[in-house]
């Protein structure tokens, strides 16, 4: 069974940084997508950015793109989503997913496609 446990949120003013972690385990087979997702509230649940274990694609939001770097530490089998340029837009709770994947990503896979997810770290942006 597939465990991810993020870490990292908090509370930080716009223009900062954060970097949140998804330490994983369990993984049964080679190939992944494993990524970001985040919910604020009243609202659904959207993708952020996601990489390919078999290739190391990555893709990303366009809401992000620029801002956010993911990133994979497979020695530690951590995750990471390195946030700069915050901003109040970007406050949700953050959760980890992960799910099979054949070959390199063009796009970010739906929700449908991840099976395993985190608790959830929150994060929040102020003004």
């Known amino acids: 069974e597939v465990q991810l446990v993020e870490s990292g949120g908090g509370l930080v003013q716009a223009g900062g940084s954060l970097r949140l972690s998804c330490a994983a385990s369990?993984?049964?087979?080679?190939?992944?997508?494993i990524g970001w997702f985040r919910q604020a509230p009243g609202q659904e649940r959207e993708g952020v950015s996601c990489?390919?274990?078999?290739?190391?694609?990555?893709v990303y939001a366009d809401s992000v793109k620029g801002r956010f770097t993911i990133s994979s530490d497979n020695a530690k089998n951590t995750l990471y989503l390195q946030m700069t340029r915050l901003k109040p837009e970007d406050t949700a709770v953050y959760y980890c997913?992960?799910?099979?994947?054949?070959?390199?990503?063009?796009?970010?896979?739906?929700?449908?496609?991840?099976?395993?997810w985190g608790q959830g770290t929150q994060v929040t942006v102020s003004a």
């Open positions: 997913a992960a799910g099979p994947l054949s070959g390199g990503l063009a796009y970010m896979p739906p929700t449908s496609e991840f099976g395993a």
């Open positions: 369990g993984f049964t087979g080679d190939d992944y997508a």
């Open positions: 990489i390919a274990t078999e290739d190391g694609s990555t």
